[in-house]
């Protein structure tokens, strides 16, 4: 008897608990199966090793010589590469043992020099006249191998080859010896493989060479007694009126087609009538209406008795035929024809279909197949046939037949009329509101094949039904929707639960059109929250960033602060500075996404500073991402007027280059202050504006500054008193802004290039205290290329000083180099009189002790 089991909650490792009991372990029986030993034998390996020391030419020719089938095949297949390495010997030493390999080679080698010869033709690793030589005579042979596929792959290639040989090769290569291959003494394989030829060839010859010599062979094979070779010539001569022109077509395969349009074989009869449908366009009005039309209206009338094949092909082909026999149709025959679409689209529906699959016939199974392609080419041509009953009449004529499609039971109808919804949308116009019902239906459609269909064109489709419809308020159009938003909803719900995380993306990005159609207030509500959370839960990374591109777009088109403050506030707290490091991952996506839809100045409110603050997260990858968007960051500010966020930024990047102890993030950094200090920054409009009053040497009116300000709309109030740039080299007013740029810049890049960072500041306090003592900021980011340029209002500079860290001067110049070359000067000094920057900078100290 056995013991009884341990508790639930028990941790026992026993013998017992891990492998069962023991007397059970006993009863079983282990079957030890023979193992099958693939290694090869010591002969076996002789006969396959070559040796190294062999060239490749000389290899490839010893393995076609004495080697095994999948050594010859390999080379083969290699071919191409040795065309291109050494044509010359690859055409004298290996082609001839190629050919002899190929009369006995099996199905595998005989595929792979097909493909071969092929691509080297493509290659164009020979000329025309040197393949023509040596390779036309090889594809040739083969092309009647016993081996379907063979000759078919064969076929291919020398199909390709006929493309770019010269008329004369062609005449006395292939056509001649064409004449003899098409007649009816040769094999079927040897006259389909002429009827083929034949359409390839037509239009490389002038009229006369193809009336005398070509069309008596299409004639011919048109008559042939076997149904596969009429059939297979019936499809060529679509390319055959190509190249004969239009009064050829008419004389000779018009007559051919009538006659195939009646042929016993029902592949004959279809072969004709598309080949028919595909030249419409190359026959006259009198030809259509007296000959074409009644050929199609027979056969119309004799598919529902013949093979479903045959109307699975007339029901792909109905929305050309309706375009080319447009305008012709008398009104009765008009209504026919709409009756027979209406009919095929409903084809099968009619039968029940309450039994189990498992006890239906396999030829009734196949029959059913063969009707859902049936309504599925009926759902591709939807559109035209709006346009065969005009727009116009959509509600009266086709409105209840688009109902079935988009309710069919099988999910390639609905998916065919998902993808065909846009199109139907745009002919409707002003009448789209008739389908809006059926926009709901498929968006709620259980399969999500359906659903990724409908939103290829969701912004599209949508738009049209909040601007056409009989109304022109924007209210009443919206209010004609009411179950759009819980259709939308739901949709994205059952994305969300599935593995198809593409259908989620692609669906959250087309969301972002919601703006233009739906409220924001709607939006705030129904949409805006969902995004916060699947940028919070999410677990697809692709999934999170189309949220949160979208959020950013819903953010920018509400104009409620309320709200607005309040998505900012959740974006900033849960996100930015959020516990998980995955969603402060994030808020630097969604900074990303507001630098590229906001404004510079919007984010330079809200989102710089917690940006970088994350300069400071304890976990290496969120620095490291953060140090790639710092160029991004930098980008946002306006000088004078973000002054302060730029020396915010610059001391950041200064502790991560002082403090970062990671060598990945480290080395990111560097990089970055290089990518930084090469940016061009932009300036406020007003202070260029004074600058160029300055370097005209006239002072600034208020009442032009006040001017300048209110058509720049610059709300930054700068200081009363003109900034004072460095001065520069004596015997001029005012220094040069692209001198001062060089100047910056060239010191910059050579304290770059000389790695000093670590020696010149050694950590972040003795940093700060050099600067504090000498009275200027070394910039690691810099200004770029900007002038130098240092505000000198007494109020300005005590304010800042004031509230200023202590790990940089208050009254930093702007634009820093690796050693100070300017800073505040006293506003006694800034007059006519130049003065050498080091003197600048000792009366600086002086006045400042």
């Known amino acids: 008897m056995h013991p009884p089991p341990p508790a639930a909650d028990a941790m026992d490792f026993s013998q017992n608990s891990l492998f069962g009991y023991m007397e059970d372990l006993q009863e079983l029986t282990i079957i030890e199966r023979p193992v099958r030993r693939s290694l090869k034998t010591p002969e076996e390996i002789e006969r396959l090793t070559v040796d190294e020391d ?50 006995v080679a099996g199905v595998e080698m005989q595929l792979t020099a097909a493909v071969s010869f092929r691509t080297i033709l493509q290659e164009e690793s020979v000329s025309i006249h040197t393949y023509a030589h040596s390779f036309l005579q090889v594809i040739l042979l083969h092309l009647e191998h016993r081996d379907a596929g063979v000759s078919n792959a064969w076929l291919e290639t020398l199909l390709s080859v006929i493309e770019v040989l010269p008329k004369e090769t062609l005449k006395h290569e292939i056509l001649n010896p064409l004449v003899s291959k098409a007649q009816l003494s040769q094999t079927v394989q040897s006259r389909l493989v002429s009827c083929k030829i034949l359409g390839k060839m037509t239009n490389k ?28 010539m019936c499809r060529q001569l679509e390319n055959i009126a190509q190249g004969i022109g239009t009064e050829l077509t008419k004389s000779v395969v018009l007559p051919e087609l009538i006659e195939l349009s009646r042929d016993e074989g029902s592949s004959v009869r279809l072969a004709a009538f598309e080949t028919l449908v595909n030249l419409l366009d190359v026959f006259d009005t009198d030809d259509r209406s007296q000959t074409i039309l009644p050929l199609v209206k027979s056969f119309c009338e004799k598919s529902f008795k013949a093979d479903e094949s045959i109307l699975i092909s007339l029901s792909f082909h109905l929305g050309k035929l309706c375009h080319g026999l447009y305008g012709i149709f008398t009104p009765d025959q008009h209504l026919r024809f709409l009756e027979f679409y209406k009919k095929l689209c409903t084809l099968g529906l009619q039968q029940e279909n309450g039994h189990n699959e498992n006890q239906i016939p396999p030829q009734i199974l196949e029959q059913e197949k063969k009707y859902i392609s049936v309504r599925k080419n009926c759902a591709y041509n939807f559109p035209a046939m709006i346009v065969f009953v005009d727009p116009k009449n959509f509600h009266m004529e086709l409105y209840s037949t688009f109902f079935c499609l988009c309710h069919d039971p099988e999910v390639p109808v609905r998916y065919t ?3 065909c919804f846009y199109e139907v949308s745009k002919l409707l116009n002003s009448g789209v509101y008739l389908i809006h019902k059926e926009l709901i239906t498929l968006l709620q459609d259980e399969s999500l094949e359906v659903l990724d269909a409908l939103i290829d064109h969701l912004p599209e489709i949508l738009e049209l039904m909040s601007t056409g419809g009989e109304s022109s308020v924007q209210e009443n159009k919206l209010s004609s929707l009411p179950d759009l938003i819980p259709a939308l909803t739901a949709a994205e719900q059952r994305a969300a639960a599935s593995l198809k995380w593409r259908t989620h993306e692609k669906l959250l990005q087309k969301y972002a059109c919601l703006p233009h159609v739906i409220s924001s207030d709607q939006i705030y509500y129904r949409f805006l929250q969902r995004m916060f959370t699947i940028v919070m839960t999410n677990n697809v990374l692709p999934v999170q960033k189309a949220a949160s591109r979208t959020l950013c777009i819903f953010l920018r088109y509400n104009r409620k602060q309320e709200q607005r403050h309040e998505v900012i506030q959740k974006l900033i707290e849960q996100l930015g500075q959020g516990k998980s490091y995955w969603n402060r991952l994030r808020f630097l996506d969604t900074c990303e996404f507001i630098i590229e839809i906001f404004s510079k100045s919007f984010f330079c409110k809200y ?52 403090q970062e ?15 930084l200090d090469r940016m061009e920054m932009s300036m406020d ?144 000094s800034s007059g006519s009189k130049e003065t050498p920057p080091r003197k600048a900078t000792l009366k600086s100290r002086k006045s400042n002790p």
């Not at 040069?736 to 810049?745: F, G, L």
Request: positive net charge; contains cysteine.
């Open 54 to 103: 062999l060239s490749d030419i000389e290899r490839a020719v010893y393995l076609l010589s004495a080697g095994q089938d999948i050594q010859g095949t390999s080379v083969i297949a290699n071919l191409p590469f040795l065309a291109r390495q050494n044509p010359a010997e690859t055409l004298r030493r290996v082609l001839p043992k190629v050919r002899e390999v190929l009369h």
């Open 205 to 232: 010859f002038d009229a006369h060479t193809i009336k005398r010599e070509i069309l008596p062979l299409v004639k011919s094979l048109c008559q042939d007694v076997e149904y596969e070779v009429r059939s297979c």
């Open 417 to 419: 009329i998902a993808i």
């Open 607 to 658: 989102f710089f500073l917690p940006a970088i603050e994350l300069t400071h997260d304890p976990v290496a990858n969120v620095r490291m991402k953060l140090c790639y968007l710092l160029p991004k960051v930098k980008s946002t500010l306006k000088i004078p007027a973000d002054k302060h966020l730029l020396q915010q930024l610059e001391m950041c990047v200064r502790k991560l280059l002082c």
């Open 661 to 675: 102890k990671d060598k990945d993030v480290l080395a990111i950094v560097k990089r970055t202050v290089l990518e």
């Open 685 to 828: 409009a007003e202070q260029l504006e004074k600058e160029k009053q300055q370097s005209d040497g006239r002072p600034m009116s208020e009442k032009s500054f006040e001017k300048k300000r209110r058509d720049t709309k610059t709300p930054t109030t700068l200081p009363k008193s003109i900034p004072i740039s460095v001065p520069g080299p004596s015997g001029t007013s005012t220094p040069s802004t692209s001198k001062e740029i060089k100047k910056s810049k060239l010191i910059r890049s050579q304290s770059f290039n000389n790695q000093a960072f670590h020696a010149k500041y050694g950590n972040l306090d003795k940093c700060a205290s050099k600067s504090s003592t000498v009275g200027y900021t070394p910039s690691v980011s810099g200004l770029g290329k900007t002038s130098v340029v240092s505000l000198t209002d007494d109020s300005f500079r005590t304010r800042n000083a004031c509230s200023a860290p202590t790990t940089f001067s208050p009254n930093a110049s702007l634009p820093g180099t690796s050693r100070g070359t300017g800073n505040s000067v006293d506003p006694k």
